[in-house]
């Protein structure tokens, strides 16, 4: 159904599935290439994509699974990570890291055995978790409360806390020293020094607003800020300005940036598509198509090597009756039903 959604989009607008001006747009340069069952119950957060030991790992439930990316198949769990949201591995150390909202903490894991090694205390409800290559740390960031833990890889010791204001979310890096990182909550991008932990800048993404997907473009210097209200904010990373405001689909919460395509990739999970912009030049940027994926695909990584794009989701049921506690409960999980999809060309 998923490749006749990419071939026929014009068929699909006629019945509604997706707009006709979007349809009529959508080039398709993604394509679903493939389906990896998983199953199970729970929900899930980040992917991540390890191109040299050619595994993606997805946080589901409250364990990590492990696919080859050339089986497709689960090769292992990393167990025991209750309230996982991120994953990212350090080759030269053999270590893996896992932050785990329930438990403020990053599990520290072993890359052959899968085992756990350690758990790090982190600041409050630890969400997106970063290597940096330039000073060698990994950085665990806190939605709650504006906190990054910093973590020597060398020692799995925290070495440090960047205190940035607010509640952050998806991390990117120029390669150089600087990190930037989305604020949900304020509605800005903000800057520091990798080394020192001192905020350097902080750029208003407004009228964007409750970024969550960060990419970017090192080369250009272009920060691309994935926002809740349907809008794709395109920052100088140097000077703040704001370059482009872009229409992306509903429920973003990630944002891929492919250098050899020039394509800016979010992950819609609201209504289940991916929104293509194309960087005409660091000045002018083009929504190019609207490619379904699931309802539920909000979050997204990328193979550097083969440029593949991968997301997860499940078929979703009713929600549950909001509540004071749960004011938006959201949709519930069907068992059995969890899944990657693989795109690309």
């Not at 293509?276 to 994926?293: E, R, W």
Request: hydrophobic residues 40%.
């Amino acid at each position: 159904m998923k490749n006749l959604l990419l071939v026929a989009p014009l068929a699909f607008a006629l019945l509604g599935l997706i707009p006709a001006a979007q349809a009529q747009t959508a080039t398709a340069p993604y394509r679903l290439l493939a389906t990896m069952p998983i199953g199970g119950e729970g929900g899930w957060d980040f992917l991540y994509v390890d191109p040299a030991g050619e595994r993606l790992y997805v946080s589901h439930a409250t364990q990590v699974e492990v696919l080859d990316l050339k089986s497709h198949r689960v090769i292992g769990t990393v167990a025991n990570t209750p309230g996982v949201h991120g994953i990212v591995v350090v080759p030269s150390a053999g270590h893996g890291y896992i932050t785990c909202g329930r438990t403020n903490s990053c599990v520290v894991f072993d890359l052959k055995t899968l085992k756990t090694l350690t758990t790090i205390p982190t600041g409050p409800k630890p969400d997106a978790v970063f290597y940096d290559e330039f000073s060698k740390r990994v950085f665990a960031f806190s939605n709650d409360g504006g906190q990054s833990t910093v973590i020597d890889p060398a020692t799995d010791k925290v070495v440090g806390t960047a205190e940035l204001g607010g509640d952050v979310e998806v991390p990117a890096t120029d390669g150089k020293g600087h990190i930037f990182v989305n604020l949900e909550d304020k509605s800005k991008v903000v800057e520091f020094d990798a080394r020192t932990l001192a905020v350097l800048h902080r750029f208003p993404l407004a009228p964007g607003a409750e970024p969550t997907g960060l990419a970017f473009d090192p080369q250009a210097g272009r920060l691309f800020s994935g926002c809740a209200n349907e809008k794709l904010v395109v920052t100088d990373s140097k000077t703040g300005k704001q370059i482009a405001v872009l229409p992306i689909g509903k429920g973003v919460d990630g944002a891929a940036f492919d250098p050899t395509t020039g394509n800016i990739v979010t992950t819609n999970g609201g209504d289940g598509t991916l929104t293509v912009i194309h960087q005409d030049s660091p000045g002018k940027y083009t929504v190019v198509a609207t490619v379904p994926t699931a309802r539920g695909a909000r979050t997204v990584a990328e193979n550097p090597r083969t440029h593949h794009l991968y997301t997860c989701t499940a078929d979703l049921g009713p929600a549950p009756v909001a509540t004071a506690a749960n004011p938006k409960p959201r949709p519930s999980i069907l068992p059995g039903t969890f899944r990657v999809l693989e795109f690309g060309k």
